[in-house]
């Protein structure tokens, strides 16, 4: 099914209010206030036309069973009004090693709390829509990269309610300034790539940016009436990866130090932190050395290069250069090659993805030419 034209809120407002309401409505992202604000607009809507016992019903797929929303949604109205389903928890916040499904080996079913019956009656439904019912579809921040996500899409008029990297950072220099507490440089350097994370081109790393509000009150609690937030303060709070982790694992990778990455990749899933974050930092770090790395080699400036790599202080550039100065460039690209290569396998395999990075970190060490010293 190919993929629906790019929509608006605009058309979405312009479409109600001339009275059409589509069968499907896919609304997904992190900006959860834009999400609920077009699910009222749709609820507000029906509400005007219908009996108001009957026009707006939720399942929330967290408390209900599937199978008394299919059976809803496929009852046939008694009455002539649209009526509308709210179809909330599709997504499944955690996940195991064997929580992917699939249907007729085409549509991944990642983190959805289907069965795989259950899953091919929602496929049905989406091409065989009932045409007295409204479904809005909500599954909150997701990949669009996955199958399933993108089936829904096609069949749905579909908006996505992510925000862009200027916003991101607006909403955390404002937050930020409202805390009333003053932030280090590093530490506000390290909150600022964690949280409101950098838009690429086609790449787009968010970082943690939704937990940004709850982890703000974390480490307000935290910090009780010391108002100074130091590098030491974010590290110990917050539940983010820590650059401090990452350096380890990094650190373990350009020395090939088996035990010790196997070590810290464990470290950082017994904290219960998702893959996704600690790909996204895998990554981000690594390009980040390849920058360092490539400028030390053609003698740049230091300024030069933190602004290539998009580092804020010289001691974050110090520490960049410690570990840039243990590899090639080839070196690096390599190793962003084979995390893109697990990412890809994380999408499209019926593995664990866990499994999947531990196999690509086992093939960086792998011996390889030895790396050049910095000049």
């Known amino acids: 099914m190919a993929a629906k034209e790019t929509r608006s809120l605009k058309d979405l407002q312009q479409s109600l209010a001339s009275g059409k309401t589509d069968p499907i409505y896919f609304f997904h992202g992190e900006q959860e206030s834009g999400i609920a ?22 399942y ?11 059976s809803d949604v496929l009852t046939v109205s008694f009455f002539s009004e649209k009526r509308g389903v709210l179809l909330q928890g ?10 992917e499904d699939e249907a007729d080996d085409a549509i991944g079913a990642k983190n959805v709390r289907l ?17 007295d019912v ?45 805390s009333g507490l003053t932030f280090a440089p590093d530490a506000r350097a390290w ?3 964690r949280f409101v994370g950098k838009d690429t081109g086609k790449e787009r790393v968010v970082g943690n940016f939704p937990f940004f509000d709850s982890e703000m009150n974390k480490l307000a609690l935290y910090m009780g009436e010391n108002t100074r937030v130091t590098m030491t303060d974010v590290e110990e709070c917050m539940s983010a990866p820590s650059q401090d982790n990452i350096f380890k694992l990094t650190d373990a990778l350009a020395t090939r130090n088996m035990e010790g990455a196997l070590n810290a990749l464990l470290s950082l899933k017994m904290q219960g932190i998702h893959y996704l974050p600690v790909m996204g930092m895998l990554a981000s770090h690594f390009r980040k050395l390849l920058v360092v790395r490539s400028g030390r080699d053609q003698r740049l400036r230091d300024d030069e290069i933190m602004a290539r790599a998009g580092v ?29 290569r697990a990412d890809h396998l994380m999408k499209s395999a019926s593995l664990n993805e866990w499994h999947i990075l531990e196999q690509e970190l086992v093939g960086i060490i792998t011996p390889q030419s030895k790396a050049l010293s910095l000049r």
């Open 312 to 340: 804020k202080s010289p001691w974050h550039l110090n520490k960049l250069t410690d570990q840039a100065r243990k590899m090639t460039a080839d070196q690096f690209k390599k190793i962003i090659f084979r995390l893109a």
């Open 115 to 131: 069965e795989e019956k259950e899953l091919l009656a929602f496929l049905k439904y989406l091409h065989e829509p009932s045409p």
């Open 60 to 70: 929330d797929l967290t408390e209900n069973p599937f199978g008394d929303f299919i």
């Open 90 to 99: 599709l997504l499944k916040k955690g996940r195991g090693a064997d929580d």
């Open 191 to 193: 909150m600022e790539e």
């Open 134 to 178: 409204v479904l809005v579809i909500v599954p909150g921040k997701i990949d669009m990269r996955q199958k399933l996500w993108k089936e829904i899409a096609a069949a749905a008029f579909t908006l996505s309610f992510n925000l862009a990297e200027g916003d991101r950072k607006a909403i955390f220099d404002e937050k930020l300034k409202l």
């Open 37 to 58: 604000s077009a699910v009222r607009s749709i609820r507000d809507h029906l509400l005007k036309t219908g009996d108001p016992s009957t026009a707006w019903r939720t």
